[in-house]
């Protein structure tokens, strides 16, 4: 009877899986991560897993991210809509108290997920509010969000759960590779890298095979300075980077092993660029640029790479469109949210300003789901970028439009000083410059230069795409910085930006 029971069993839990649902979507988000991956043609970088996917899907070369500042970007990413326009300024957490407006609702990615028909499930780093406009389902704890592996193990129930027939929709978002843990006391410089989430003394995550680097074999990055502090901050983040690797490959396993591989959508992306000066917080390619890696296993072409120009604005339409629920001629949901309804269950009062004074119909962004179908086709002719707050003290709004030949940056608040993340002022790859005084290299530009910018910074992309040379001034180049401006504030008035008034005052 054992023996005949055995095979039964087996075929219960094969027709268990036979029936998992099909079209589910695992969203993967890491925090402050460029694309450092083998699959992006680093040769440093330890990513087999994602490099995996990669050749099982679509690399996006020029993925952008709208604004390199941690919980704005989030918004962005979960609403389709630039943080300027959905409210969300700066950072959510302690005293600096920003959030998205209430009627942000109607377009936000896990609302607009349930609302077609999948359960909805988050996991690691939030960092975004008001709750209830981007509420999901299901929390779960992820215990320690430096180690993807322990997150992808504490998901595994959420994703194999067969007794909900819906499709599953989970966020899974690392704190690797973000700064934090303290420094690497055993370093040998006297200004020491940050440990970027890894443990003291080389010691392990459990669960995970820490790859530990040497700073002489890592890729500085243009936009910052070789030197010995440089390359050992590297070290670190490339060893937080290819933990995050691990915890993608736990996750690959768990959906091969429940046989949800072939029916789930995989996006690998990062929140914006890796947390150097230079990197985060700025709108330079080091800020903006992210990785972008996508496998839908309803897609006949596959392990490909596209030239397409996509932005964060473009997430939560696309996942939408994948999950049948966007009305693509309105760039909406098709079950829109009744917003009167949810400020009357949420008991807001409509004494509060809930929307901006003008409602949120639409997207921004618009699906890239065509794309990879034909990763010939083009998407964005130019991406627009919108960064006011990184921390309540950081006012430094600056808008930039891109395209495939030129881009240019406006510092609105150009007379200040640039301001600085608090972790990126105490790193060691800056205050080594710095202490060497203003005409220090760093980077394409100087200690001094880079504190105090011009209020125009125009680059010609295509022939200089690490940014070295300001055409702003250039006589040469006035037509250019013309028509630039008259792209940037067309931008502005499409996307319902507040800043354009800096152009008639001030």
């Not at 990062?270 to 230079?278: C, K, L, P, R, T």
């Not at 940037?488 to 008034?501: F, H, N």
């Given at each position: 009877?054992?023996?005949?029971?055995?095979p039964?069993?087996?075929?219960?839990?094969?027709?268990?899986?036979?029936?998992?649902?099909?079209?589910?979507?695992?969203?993967?988000?890491?925090?402050?991560?460029?694309?450092?991956?083998?699959?992006?043609?680093?040769?440093?970088?330890?990513?087999?897993?994602?490099?995996?996917?990669?050749?099982?899907?679509?690399?996006?070369?020029?993925?952008?991210?709208?604004?390199?500042?941690?919980?704005?970007?989030r918004?962005?990413?979960?609403?389709?809509?630039?943080?300027?326009?959905?409210?969300?300024?700066?950072?959510?957490?302690?005293?600096?108290?920003?959030?998205?407006?209430?009627?942000?609702?109607?377009?936000?990615?896990?609302?607009?997920?349930t609302?077609?028909?999948?359960?909805?499930?988050?996991?690691?780093?939030?960092?975004?509010?008001?709750?209830?406009?981007?509420?999901?389902?299901?929390?779960?704890?992820?215990?320690?969000?430096?180690?993807?592996?322990?997150?992808?193990?504490?998901?595994?129930?959420f994703?194999?759960?067969?007794?909900?027939?819906?499709?599953?929709?989970?966020?899974?978002?690392?704190?690797?590779?973000?700064?934090?843990?303290?420094?690497?006391?055993?370093?040998?410089?006297?200004?020491?890298?940050?440990?970027?989430?890894n443990?003291?003394?080389?010691?392990?995550?459990?669960?995970?095979?820490?790859?530990?680097?040497?700073?002489?074999?890592?890729?500085?990055?243009a936009?910052?300075?070789?030197?010995?502090?440089?390359?050992?901050?590297l070290?670190?983040?490339?060893?937080?980077?290819?933990?995050?690797?691990?915890?993608?490959?736990?996750?690959?396993?768990?959906?091969?092993?429940?046989?949800?591989?072939?029916?789930?959508?995989?996006?690998?992306?990062?929140?914006?660029?890796?947390?150097?000066?230079?990197?985060?917080?700025t709108?330079?390619?080091?800020?903006?640029?992210?990785?972008?890696v996508?496998?839908?296993?309803?897609?006949?072409?596959?392990?490909?790479?596209?030239?397409?120009?996509?932005?964060?604005i473009?997430?939560?339409?696309?996942?939408?469109?994948?999950?049948?629920?966007?009305?693509?001629?309105?760039?909406?949901?098709?079950?829109m949210?009744?917003?009167?309804?949810?400020?009357?269950?949420?008991?807001?009062?409509?004494?509060?300003?809930?929307?901006?004074?003008?409602?949120?119909?639409?997207?921004?962004?618009?699906?890239?789901?065509?794309?990879?179908?034909?990763?010939e086709?083009?998407?964005?002719?130019?991406?627009?970028?919108?960064?006011?707050?990184?921390?309540?003290?950081?006012?430094?709004?600056?808008?930039?439009?891109?395209?495939?030949?030129?881009?240019?940056?406006?510092?609105?608040?150009?007379?200040?000083?640039?301001?600085?993340?608090?972790?990126?002022?105490?790193?060691?790859?800056?205050?080594?410059?710095?202490?060497?005084?203003?005409?220090a290299?760093?980077?394409?530009?100087?200690?001094?230069?880079?504190?105090?910018?011009?209020?125009?910074?125009?680059?010609?992309?295509?022939?200089?795409?690490?940014?070295?040379?300001?055409?702003?001034?250039?006589?040469?180049?006035?037509?250019?910085?013309?028509?630039?401006?008259?792209?940037?504030?067309?931008?502005?008035?499409?996307?319902?930006?507040?800043?354009?008034?800096?152009?008639?005052?001030?």
């Amino acid at each position: 009877m054992r023996t005949m029971a055995l095979p039964l069993v087996a075929s219960l839990v094969a027709a268990s899986f036979a029936s998992a649902a099909e079209r589910n979507v695992l969203f993967i988000i890491t925090d402050d991560e460029s694309p450092t991956l083998g699959c992006y043609g680093d040769t440093a970088a330890v990513t087999p897993a994602i490099d995996a996917v990669a050749a099982d899907g679509v690399v996006f070369r020029n993925a952008f991210a709208t604004t390199a500042s941690c919980s704005a970007s989030r918004s962005v990413v979960m609403s389709g809509l630039h943080n300027h326009r959905n409210g969300q300024f700066g950072h959510q957490h302690h005293y600096h108290k920003f959030s998205s407006f209430n009627d942000v609702a109607k377009l936000a990615l896990p609302r607009v997920m349930t609302r077609a028909g999948y359960r909805t499930g988050h996991i690691g780093k939030y960092h975004v509010a008001p709750e209830s406009v981007y509420h999901y389902e299901t929390y779960l704890k992820d215990g320690n969000g430096r180690n993807a592996v322990a997150m992808a193990d504490k998901a595994k129930a959420f994703l194999t759960d067969t007794t909900d027939d819906r499709p599953f929709f989970l966020y899974f978002a690392t704190s690797d590779p973000h700064r934090g843990g303290g420094i690497d006391q055993t370093s040998p410089l006297e200004m020491k890298p940050d440990l970027f989430g890894n443990k003291k003394e080389k010691g392990s995550h459990a669960g995970v095979e820490e790859v530990f680097f040497d700073p002489a074999d890592v890729i500085v990055p243009a936009f910052l300075p070789d030197t010995p502090e440089t390359r050992s901050e590297l070290a670190q983040y490339y060893q937080s980077c290819a933990r995050v690797d691990q915890g993608v490959a736990r996750l690959v396993e768990i959906l091969r092993e429940a046989d949800l591989y072939d029916k789930t959508m995989i996006l690998f992306t990062s929140d914006h660029g890796m947390a150097f000066a230079g990197g985060k917080t700025t709108v330079y390619e080091g800020g903006l640029r992210v990785p972008m890696v996508v496998r839908d296993p309803y897609q006949e072409k596959r392990g490909v790479q596209t030239d397409a120009m996509i932005s964060h604005i473009d997430i939560t339409p696309t996942l939408l469109d994948f999950a049948g629920g966007l009305d693509n001629e309105a760039n909406a949901p098709k079950d829109m949210l009744n917003i009167k309804k949810f400020r009357d269950e949420q008991k807001l009062s409509n004494m509060d300003n809930h929307d901006g004074h003008k409602p949120f119909d639409q997207y921004h962004g618009r699906s890239w789901l065509p794309v990879l179908a034909d990763p010939e086709l083009p998407h964005h002719d130019e991406i627009f970028a919108s960064h006011t707050f990184h921390e309540i003290q950081m006012y430094y709004p600056m808008r930039v439009v891109r395209d495939d030949q030129y881009k240019l940056i406006w510092n609105i608040a150009h007379p200040l000083p640039y301001p600085f993340a608090s972790d990126l002022w105490a790193a060691s790859s800056w205050q080594a410059q710095l202490a060497k005084g203003n005409d220090a290299p760093y980077g394409q530009m100087t200690v001094g230069r880079y504190v105090q910018r011009p209020e125009f910074e125009l680059f010609n992309i295509a022939a200089d795409p690490h940014e070295s040379t300001n055409l702003a001034t250039s006589p040469g180049h006035a037509d250019i910085l013309e028509k630039y401006q008259a792209k940037l504030k067309s931008a502005q008035r499409k996307y319902d930006d507040p800043w354009i008034m800096k152009w008639d005052y001030e």
